[in-house]
């Protein structure tokens, strides 16, 4: 069964950077949209970015000119940057997957465990 396993974590001060990444674990056609999802303690969970499988991209707006979401379609990676970090950007990172798996038929969405991005102010 596929899974997604996210990295790049930690903490950092605001005004610094970060990157996230996230990769597919078992057997993979291919990725047809990649996002990241974030959730603070007490919030419900938004989405940060995304990117289709034809490379375009939509942002939060909270986060335009400060993330940036990539993709490496060979190795089925997905990255974010996270430039000019503010407080209330830490939340618990979470990226997900439309994939199609060996084996289906159809795409399904597969989340991550996600990782915890801390920002001190």
Known sequence: Q???V???GGLVQAG???DLS???SGSVVRVNTWGWYRQAPGQQRELVAQITREEVKNYQDSVKGRFAISRDNVLNIVYLRMN???PEDAAVYYCTADLLEVGRDSYRTY???GTQVTVSS
């Open 111 to 113: 989340w991550g465990q």
């Open 84 to 86: 000019s970090l503010k």
């Open 22 to 24: 996230c990769a597919t």
């Open 6 to 8: 996210e990295s790049g």
């Open 2 to 4: 596929v899974q997604l």
């Open 16 to 18: 610094g950077s970060l």
